[in-house]
């Protein structure tokens, strides 16, 4: 599709960059063969860890070091059936990453079969287990999809988008950095990645069609530039808000939960991590088009006549701004503004959520039908399981007792450093952002492990478990660490190398960020007391 030659083709036409018009990325040698034996090696080590396996550490979990949902379920099932449970628990854990990340069945099944296994091994109750599809994350998720939608109808956020890059993107500078702001923008107001992409992906390539990138053998560097710096901004922007992904909000009810109050609120959030991620956001633009992809004299101008013009017709298309349009408008900023302020006036953000949805779906008021939403209820069914994961490993506190074990065996005392908890932690939460498939696992997985270390070690819950927290959306490393980064591969306009080179950079100098942020800002808003001084 991105050669010139094709006949037909009109590197300039939005429409030939449709989602359904990309082409699906083909699986690797090395991938095909894991989702091959993904399946087999899956049920092996359930069947290994369930029915063969001796843990000793699981065999000797001292009830006193239990909490929460873990210590309710061990009084109320006993010491055998309790580590029975925590054996299935490893089990399913085990062999559920290992469905993952080969894709040997897809996501959303391995997720319904993680809630059936929950069930019929006894870990959580069937009502605990089936209660997560109604988890407020979840709630959340459906209704800013609903909120996405009045976006994509009305054409409000393509308007925005245009009319940005119009009025800004006169140079290649310009562009740069008016998508920028169209990012943190759109990530204010919608909290699923994906959806962004689509709406920014036809722009952004016909921006680059203009600057000569066309993908394949036209590539250049202001083609990788634009659409591996798009993926950082859409990542990191979601970062910078408390709702701007299923992820963040879920890390901060973790830590809620944990604390034993109501809610982690956005204006928590925002002071430290905006900052922080609109820091890293333009050093991704210093790296990439100054040190990696450094752009050529030619590639600083537009290489097609009149391209922007083009992107004037489309503007043009749209007509004078719609009274729907105005309508969207205001439902995001009302809902925006309830969500900067839940602190004040007490409301959580999924309840503000749901205020804006209803409103948006009421007849006469709103803006769009129920027909108008598109809703994936297939990654829906993916966070499903993934928060039965999360609620079985809650009950059973596994992931506490495996970081005693852990830290018993490597001869980590109490004597260690915080500073040499806090590098472990993060370093390892951005590490596993290479393998993984879903910062919501890794949410579930690794917040929930900070918390037991800070728990273990005396420490607040907020020092270890919030720097770890904010770290959930570096997915941008490899084609296959997230939808947006799959879906941004197969516009050819960078390889895998180029996607490495710049992601694993980023994620280095993310890992130093958090460092720096350790010891100045979240030591200035009281969540650490600094690293090394």
Known sequence: MNDQATVGYDPMDMNNYKIEKLPKMQKSGFE????????????????????????????????????????????????????????AMLAIFAASIILWISEAIPNYLTSLIVILAIVLTGVTTDKTAYAQLGHPVMWLNILSFVLASMLVKTQAAKRFALWFVLRFGRSASGVFFSFIVINVVLSAFISATTAKA??????????????GATGGENRNNFGRNLVLQNLLQINLGANAFLTGSGATLLAGSLIAGAMGWGGFSYQDWFAAAFPMNMALILIGWFVGTKLIFPLRPEERRPQIEGG???????????????????????????????????????????????MGAVVALMPKIGVVKWNDVDIPWHLLLFSAGAYTLGAGLDATGLPGTMVNAAFDSLGITAETPYWALYLLLTGTMLASALIFQSKTMQTLIFVPIAIGVAQ????????????????????????????????????????WSDTFRFGITMMTIAWGMIILWGETVLRWLGYTEGLFF
């Open 32 to 87: 095909r063969l894991l989702q091959r034996l993904g399946g087999p090696l899956a049920v092996a080590v359930f069947a290994l860890i369930y029915w063969v396996g001796d843990f000793s550490f699981l065999a000797s979990i001292d009830p006193e070091t239990l909490t929460g949902a873990a210590a309710k379920r061990f009084a109320e099932l006993g010491e055998a059936s309790f580590t029975r449970i925590n054996y």
């Open 198 to 211: 689509a709406i920014l992906l036809p722009i952004f390539m016909v921006v680059a069609a203009i600057y």
């Open 308 to 354: 922007m013009e083009r992107l004037r017709e489309e503007l043009h298309k749209l007509g004078k701004v719609k009274p729907e349009e105005y309508r969207a408008i205001a439902i995001f900023v009302a809902v925006l503004i309830l969500w900067a302020t839940d602190k004040q006036h007490g409301i959580n953000q999924t309840a503000v959520a749901f």
């Open 456 to 495: 273990r070690f005396g420490y607040p819950i907020l020092s270890l478990a919030f720097p770890v927290a904010m770290l959930v959306g570096h997915v941008y490393v490899l084609p296959f660490n997230s939808k947006p980064a799959a879906l941004l591969y197969t516009t050819n306009q960078y390889s």
